[in-house]
């Protein structure tokens, strides 16, 4: 039909390590990804391991980790553990247009 696959999930590191041993390969996969960890199974580490050997691309989610950081730092974090794209949830922000603002740096 000409579109993407993907899964979203809040067991990211779980899933992202079963299609590695099934050798399966959708668009994406979207996942919480944060500094804090939150919603990151099996644990924050394992999570960050398996997205940087990951041939999926990850697209975070959950990245104010519940509203105990900024937009930019769960930004950051995600970029740097290696996710392809952002997903955030502009519900739980509290001042969208400095927050969005923030991401440009």
């Not at 990211?12 to 199974?41: C, S, Y």
């Not at 105990?68 to 996710?83: D, H, I, K, N």
């Not at 392809?84 to 247009?97: C, I, Q, S, T």
């Amino acid at each position: 039909f000409g579109g993407f696959a993907g899964f979203e999930t809040h067991n990211l590191g779980h899933l992202l390590r079963a299609l590695r041993e099934w050798d399966v390969h959708p668009d994406f996969v979207i996942g919480p990804v944060n500094p804090r960890g939150l919603l990151m199974k099996p644990t924050l580490a394992d999570v960050v391991a398996e997205i940087k050997q990951s041939k999926v691309p990850v697209l975070a989610k959950e990245l104010r980790a519940g509203g105990s950081v900024t937009l930019a730092e769960g930004a950051a974090f995600a970029r740097a553990s290696g996710v392809h794209g952002l997903v955030p949830d502009f519900v739980d922000v509290e001042d969208l247009a400095s927050e969005l603002r923030a991401l440009r740096g």
